[in-house]
């Protein structure tokens, strides 16, 4: 059976999965990708793509990631049936990022909310298979409402239990050197988001030096401050030099010397998506079997403080100021507002080898990992 992505929405590019078996196949195939990718960053990690200190934090948001998909794809289960009543389907953004849209994010964060409710009103799973049973052996009919009931139940069940990626997921400090009297303490600072432009999970990751009196963690005045500081601040389209200075103007004891921001994806798949270039004409012409339709682009971008000044913050006081280090190659510093950025792409193998056998302009210094059937992940260059 050919996938579908659904009626598409031409003002928003976004399209509905109206059907079962393509929305199920949408989830499936996001199951192996989320499944990959601490693979994947474990292997970047041995080859200092990535650090070995962000392993973990990054194998949190995937994980995160991985059981807000399983948690829409109960709500969904059933979409295209005859539930009762209408339900609407999955919206994913089929152009900008493979991704479901913002929306159902945001949806699913207010559902959370009124978990406890639902589940108070809604039997216990075993009692609506129970029903199922009767239904189907005494009725001799096909109890959809209640397979729709009983993926409802499911769905609440996995928001209540907790853990899952939200359109905002609060900045977190984690200690890394120096005692909480100390003149100075070193914390990673990470956080995520859904961003609403993009579409796309985002994860951010900042290493700060603390000169504060307090140390940080235990500041109830400047942490929460610098919280909503750096959440305010978290949208794609915003440079990391604009963000990293603008934290350091805001925080006179609080001095950013690295951050890092991952983009996770876009997705593409030729089932799916409608991106265009060289990598749809690479997954069209592989023809690549369920599940293996698909590729992952990866971003890392990075800011390194290069080094501090002095700067003047009144009559007899002065601040450190960082002086972050830009890319100084073809004036891309500017543009890019990052030290480093390096690009990478996550496919199996058919779509590699259609890729490899075309090199198309633009993917030559892109990292490519190849993942098998097996999960074996490996760098191709």
């Known amino acids: 059976m050919t996938d579908t992505a659904g009626t598409a ?4 590019d976004h399209a509905g999965l109206g059907d079962t078996f393509a929305a199920r196949r949408y989830f499936r195939k996001f199951e192996r990708i989320t499944g990959h990718l601490p693979r994947v960053a474990a ?10 200190a962000d392993l973990d934090v990054v194998g949190d948001y995937v994980a995160a990631l991985a059981r807000s998909f399983r948690a829409l794809s109960l709500k969904y289960l059933m979409t295209g049936r005859d539930t009762g009543r209408f339900f609407g389907s999955l919206a994913i953004d089929r152009v900008e990022s493979g991704f ?9 964060a207010n559902d959370a909310q009124q978990a406890g409710r639902h589940l108070d009103s809604l039997p216990t799973v075993e009692t609506l298979k129970e029903q199922m049973v ?30 899952l990626f939200w359109t905002q997921n609060d900045p977190v400090a984690v200690w890394l050197s120096g005692l909480p009297d100390a003149d100075r303490r070193r914390y990673l600072i990470h956080w995520a988001v859904y961003d609403s432009q993009t579409n796309l999970p985002v994860i951010y990751l900042m290493e700060v030096e ?5 140390a940080l963690g235990l500041d109830h005045r400047r942490w929460p401050e610098a919280q909503a500081a750096l959440i305010a601040q978290s949208l794609a389209g915003l440079k990391l ?22 983009h996770l994806g876009p997705m593409y798949s030729h089932a799916y998506t409608l991106q265009t270039g060289p990598i749809r004409e690479v997954l069209e012409n592989a023809a690549a079997p369920e599940g293996e339709d698909w590729a992952l682009a990866w971003t890392l971008e990075e800011l390194e403080s290069d080094r501090v000044r002095s700067e003047r913050t009144g009559w007899f006081t002065t ?3 960082e002086v972050f280090a830009l890319d100084p190659f073809a004036g891309r510093g500017a543009e890019t ?10 496919l199996p193998q058919r779509p590699f080898q259609v890729l490899a056998e075309w090199s198309p302009p633009g993917f030559r210094e892109v990292r490519k990992f190849v993942v098998s059937k097996s999960g074996q992940v490996i760098h191709a260059r």
Not at 9 to 12: E, N, V, Y
Not at 43 to 52: D, F, P, W
Not at 337 to 344: C, D, K, L, Y
């Open 43 to 52: 292997v970047m990690a041995k080859e200092s793509a990535i650090r070995h």
């Open 9 to 12: 929405d031409p003002g928003l």
């Open 319 to 321: 601040a450190e100021r």
């Open 134 to 163: 009767r239904a189907i052996v005494a009725d001799l009919e096909i109890p959809t409402r209640l397979q729709f009931a009983t993926s409802q139940r499911l769905y609440y069940e996995a928001l209540a239990a907790g853990g």
């Open 210 to 214: 603390d000169t504060g009196r307090v």
């Open 100 to 108: 479901p849209v913002f929306r159902e994010l945001l949806t699913m």
């Open 241 to 262: 030099v604009t963000i990293a200075q603008g934290f350091d103007e805001d925080f006179d004891d609080l001095h950013p010397k690295t951050l890092r921001r991952i």
């Open 337 to 346: 507002g990052a030290t480093r950025t390096e690009r990478a792409i996550i």
